[in-house]
């Protein structure tokens, strides 16, 4: 069971016969992968104990603040496993998750039977107060009479439900409410053949599409006939009623023809490719243009698999010479990039990037864990970053090759 972060600090300290239990950094690590919750624990509520010195899954509750303002009690375990991770910030905190939570709508009340607005009608003053209310509230209606007071009573009775079209084209099973007077007319003789109980509806339509009726020399329905058959008058079908073209699913989606046919691994010009929107990307780029020769404006690989209804990638540095591609990662603004579903969605592209016969060097940031052997941890973009990354291109393909391309 949780308990309060004083109550669970003493105890540590008593159980490990130390002062201080878990030094600070002990599990920096762990939360490494979590920058959002690192930004929204707070010291100052929580004993001045920090977050490194708290277990990922130590029982104890402890005081997060959100970006909102809004401070909120939960254990590591629960915060760790929020969708906030993947999705908006507001899904951190539970006041922002109730706030951002959709509302229904008010009920419409419901209608009046089209007898009583009628009858009401009939009773306005100024008509003829003698008139009978029970022509004007029509058969079934005859014991709702008028008050003294000139008010029309409403029946009790709840109105008929309407009855919805069918999709297949049967009738509905749902009963029909009979009405008024004798079922069939009075006259023997105009009286029209027994119909089959409404029950039984389903069951009589679905034996008439195998079987001719009787006295019938056509053959019987099939799958085709069925299929050819106009849709009944007044029951349209689900696609003409919402007038809407069902999606395709991801594998039945065409892939972008605006790929080039090259062979698997080739490097181009891409139309598709996004244009580049980061300053760290491009000063990147810059720096390492300074180091190396390789050929600009190259921003696209040809793999062998769909990535995302494309079959090719998109790396931010591609060096063609060394069929290496390189990627610049960062947590972003709110700490979301490169992390959840995006994480996953990186790893697929690496795989699809080796497959081709690439390699992949990502420059991790933010403490992001590394994804591939030859990935790098930095802090930023610093002066240390290109020598590095030197390094690493040495370390993959060999430093004579590495080493012919770079500026004297």
Known sequence: MPEP????????????????????????????????????YRPEHNGGIVLSQIPPAADVWLCWLCDAGHVFVATPDEQRHRPGRERRRSSWCPECSKLAAPRALPMRPPMAPAAVVRAQAAGVPGQDSGAPVQAAAGPGRAGAARSPGGAVPVDPSPPPRRRRASSTGLPSTTPRAAPPGPPFPADPARRPEQAPPLASWSTTARRSESAPPLGSTSAPRTDATRASRPDPVGQP?????????????????????????????????????????????????????????FEPGLNAVRVGRP??????????????????AIEYDSTGRHGLEHVGHRETADRRKDAALRAAGWEVVRLRTGKLPPLGPHDLQLSGLTRQTVPLLLDELRAIRGPLLVDAYLRR
């Open 307 to 324: 990535f995302f209804d494309h079959v090719e990638v998109w790396p931010d540095i591609v060096l063609s010479e060394l069929r290496v």
């Open 5 to 40: 972060i004083a109550a669970w600090w003493a105890r540590r300290r008593t159980s490990r016969g130390l002062a201080v239990p878990y030094p600070v950094g002990s599990y920096r690590e762990a939360w490494a992968s979590y920058p959002v919750l690192v930004r929204q």
């Open 237 to 293: 079908t689900r696609a003409s009623r919402t007038g809407r073209v069902a999606r395709p699913t991801r594998a039945a989606r065409p892939v972008c023809d605006k790929t080039p046919a090259l062979p698997t691994g080739t490097p181009f010009v891409s139309a598709c490719a996004p244009k580049p929107a980061s300053a760290v990307e491009a000063e990147l780029r810059a720096e390492l243009t300074a180091r190396l020769e």
